[in-house]
């Protein structure tokens, strides 16, 4: 049998009905994130721009003569290659290197029965209660006191006693919901703590290790009272303590000052845009490995 062309004219088309829950989310969703981002695009549009443009053109309006020199003037004026270097090499050892003890630590107390594990774990999470301006004077004396004051170790090793417990807190409750049988078959096979701990654990924590790397190091980059107490001379400031000092010579070159504050967040906003990646596809391989 053939229908003819206007029986399918007769039909109605029955549309989906509107999900307007889901409608006020996405506009609520672009309004917070124009609030977010309004700031931002003030910070770039002031660094490319001169001062008399600065003074009488609006605050979001686009800069017309780009003034890209700004950037080069902010960074010899501020000599930020010192204190970029210096946050660098700081960035690079304690971050990596407070996750992988932090790894450990929290791999020994989930899967490893020890007699005062849970007391253990108590006494390291109490690190994360405390406030670290409450122990600024304590810290300057002790670090003093070891003579490593104005060295990286002397700011790395503090940056470490208050990382490590918030990591440890987190990586103990993801290591816990990992089934024993993983490690219990590693142990069947022959191999050790570390062994079972570097092939089997830290493939599957890759998620949770690359979401601490990107808040470790935003907030490593981003420190500024702990260093300000421990760095007194010039050539070991972070960037944190150049933009400060830039902000209070310079606080009427509202161009350079903005580029000065562009150049100091972009590497850590370049480090979260390259690990959120490496953060997606590691839930994805997690989930199909768990």
């Given at each position: 049998m053939t229908l003819s062309p206007s029986a399918f004219a007769n039909e109605t088309v029955i549309?989906?009905?509107?999900d307007w829950v889901l409608?006020?989310?996405?506009?609520?969703l672009v309004v917070v994130a124009a609030i977010w981002i309004a700031p931002f695009v003030f910070i770039v549009f002031t660094s490319l721009k001169s001062t008399a443009q600065v003074t009488t053109t609006s605050a979001f309006a686009p800069p017309v003569d780009p003034q890209f020199v700004n950037y080069a003037k902010a960074w010899a004026r501020g000599r930020f290659d010192i204190t970029f270097v210096n946050s660098a090499i700081i960035a690079a050892i304690k971050v990596p290197l407070g996750l992988f003890i932090s790894a450990m630590?929290?791999?020994a107390l989930a899967k490893i029965p020890m007699r005062f594990g849970r007391l253990?774990?108590?006494l390291i999470l109490f690190g994360t209660m405390i406030p670290f301006q409450v122990m600024l004077a304590p810290i300057f004396t002790l670090v003093n006191g070891l003579g490593l004051i104005d060295t990286y170790p002397g700011v790395i090793l503090p940056y470490l006693a208050f990382g490590i417990p918030y990591q440890?807190?987190?990586?103990y409750g993801f290591f816990r919901g990992i089934p024993h049988e993983l490690s219990e078959a590693a142990r069947i096979d022959g191999a050790s703590h570390f062994v079972t701990f570097r092939r089997v654990f830290l493939p599957v924590s890759l998620p949770v290790l690359a979401a601490l790397f990107i808040l470790d190091f935003v907030a490593t980059w981003n420190e500024f009272a702990m260093a300000l107490v421990l760095l007194q001379d010039r050539e070991m400031?972070?960037?944190p303590l150049g933009l400060s000092a830039f902000q209070g010579q310079f606080s009427r070159d509202y161009g350079q000052l903005n580029a000065a504050i562009v150049m100091t967040v972009l590497?850590?906003?370049?480090?979260?845009?390259i690990f959120q990646r490496y953060?997606?596809?590691g839930l994805t391989s997690g989930a199909v490995k768990g």
């Open positions: 549309k989906p009905p509107r409608i006020g989310l996405w506009i609520s630590a929290a791999y253990i774990l108590v440890v807190f987190i990586l400031w972070t960037l590497p850590a906003t370049i480090v979260y845009l953060f997606v596809s």
